[in-house]
């Protein structure tokens, strides 16, 4: 707590103008930057799923697996970043025992219960429940008990009941494309219905929010194939991996457009709170909100993309070789990241730094140790990673394991 | 010295038939917990209509609540020998309504208020928690206006350094008690409430800690504590209300700028004051419906 002091001390020399002496501590710190930079991921990840399952989009298909994977990865580690940050983690189960419904917040654990044990967990369960029981007969040991405490005992590989499990999966996509929308939306109504804070405070922000999530979902996929075929040794599909850089093309497009509405709506109404946002973008914000979220995040990522994806054509504008596109997909895609993570970073801290009396900024000082520290939120962004990992050992994602079925999985 | 805990609880308890009473469900979820864990395996697992075990908890914990104050199921003896535990049983909420009224120009920025809040409260003495704290407005003839508070203007003011001054005034800030207050709006579980008298206090056994409340009031009048890592604010010193004594700040204020008392009562202070002036309140346009008044405020302020 001493620190904790200190630090606040050097934040109160810091200030600038006049802000509410309460205003010196900032209380929303990294983690609840990192909360819907997760959740993002999530509901991003599972969008690009249903193309495939729901929008008969089959270049995608060899993400398909690899995208509800990690949709349930991070998604696992979506509340921890909540959790760490309460200033009594042992009383969380009350939102869950007496929530208040008049609260946005308090909808969280509803929100989150529905959308992995209904959406997620039964339709990874409905896509692997064939593969797990054929691998399971040819398993020993742990692997054979993962699966076959896997499948439940639902053993039946008749045709009717994989075309039964088929259509189920399809129908919960259904159901979770208008979830994954809740989950992110929801998310993005948390900030945008504090009606006391002027930056936060936009019926625009959870639409911001949904296709932010779709556009970082989307690159992190990319990614991760990527990755993945790399380690793997495996060819890279181009056509999926032109698919993806043409739908990262088109939901950045959308997103920097509502982005720049809202921008340009705030900037023409001109509220009292105008003069103080502007000095707050053009001084504290201006390297994450001008450089990292619109320059390196935004409108690099899109030129490249615009220009070497076949987003416009079924050629592109500038034809590349396969290797090049790979690259040039690779460095948008990771650009893209940093940028939505300083989407989060501009809304959550943003928010925080400029007074409420419209007089004055403070500064936000990121501390190492502690469990609000950086520390903690770096290992709550690589957690979701070896949850991953873990996830891709047991039930495989890629094609040729679901091909391979009587012989031992490839992953 | 009263702590916060000692303060908020009994109040709640006091104010009995609330509709959200947290003192009242924790009993009842003491009593029922079980219960509650098979609902919530059940609503996890099957992913079923959500509202339905929180709505019923809600309900329960009402009847539950509304129980001892009713005093028809619990025996004579029984609440007898309660009511002699509880000094503030013959407190009775729903006859009350309070408010306070500020005037602008009788405050002399002595911060005597200030010091008086954070002894009487327990307030931590660092230059960033405070339940009330004054500001000193200074407006300059090209226009700028300088606000300042140092150290919530428990010290009172250094002399005036600004030149070409205009009009200076100090206005004294606290927790608005709004009676549409977003933060109990916003609380997830009902830790933050409004008491039947008007009053907006914080249940410190069950706040979280999330600061959803933080951030949803627009006047900056809360904070976390350091040590109880629950949210924070002014009470109207709540437990020398139910002793019929007025707030801590009111009492010290040695101009009388503060004037406490009910809202709805036709001969008090604050009736008074409230016919002689001119009223406002701060950030209007918020639809908060503060109930602290403000006579003689500029437009300047915020």
Redesign the interface.
Known sequence: ?ES??QT??EV?QQTKG????????L??GLLVVVYPYVTGLVAGAFILASLERVFNVREVQPTYRLSLLTALAFLLVAPLP?LA?????E??F???????????????G??Y??YL??VLLLEIWFDYRKDAVIWSRHETGFRRLVHRVFTLGANDLSEHAVRFDRSAGKFITVIGIPSAFLLHGYVGF?FGS????PWWSSVLIPVVFLFSAMVSGIALILILYMLTSLFRRMEIDMRCADKLGSFLFYALIIDFSLEMLDFIHRLYEAEESIGILSQMISSRLFISLVVLQILLGTVVPLVLLGIFSPAFHTRAFVHAPAELRRLIYFCAAILIEVGIFSTRWNVVIG??IF?????GLTVYKVELLGLEGLLTSVFLLILPFVILYVLVKFLPPWPEAEAAAPSEPNS | MKGPESETMPDSRATGGGA?Q?VD?REF?SRSLPA?WVL?AA?????GE??AP??G??AS?REAGSAPDSGSQAPASEVETSAARDPLAGYDPSQHKYAMAIDVDRCIGCGRCVEACKTENDVPR?????RT?I?RYVIQRNGN?????P??GISGFPPVEEAEILRTFFVP?LCNHCDHP?C???????ATFKTEDGVVLVDHD???????C???????????H?????AEKCTFCYHRLVKGLVPACVEMCPTQARIFGELNARSSPLARFQRMHKIQTLKSH?NTEPKVLYANLDGEV?
């Open positions: 707590m904790h002091i606040l001390m109160l006049y802000i509410y002496p309460n205003e010196v501590e209380h929303w909540l940050h309460l200033g009594h983690p009383r969380s009350e939102i869950f025992l007496t929530p208040n419904l008049n609260s946005a917040m308090a909808m969280f509803f929100v219960a529905w044990a209904v948390i504090v009606k006391a804070n928010g925080q007074s409420k009396s419209l007089r | 959200n947290p469900r979820l509650g919530l609503f996890t697992g099957c992913g959500p509202s929180a709505g908890s809600e914990a660092e230059p960033f928690y405070f704290w500001e206006t300088v606000v300042t508070s150290n919530g800030k977003p109990v709006q916003v609380c997830p579980v009902g069950y706040c979280i800690g999330c600061r959803y933080i951030q949803a009031c627009p006047y900056g009048a809360r904070f976390l350091p040590v109880t890592r629950t918020l915020s």
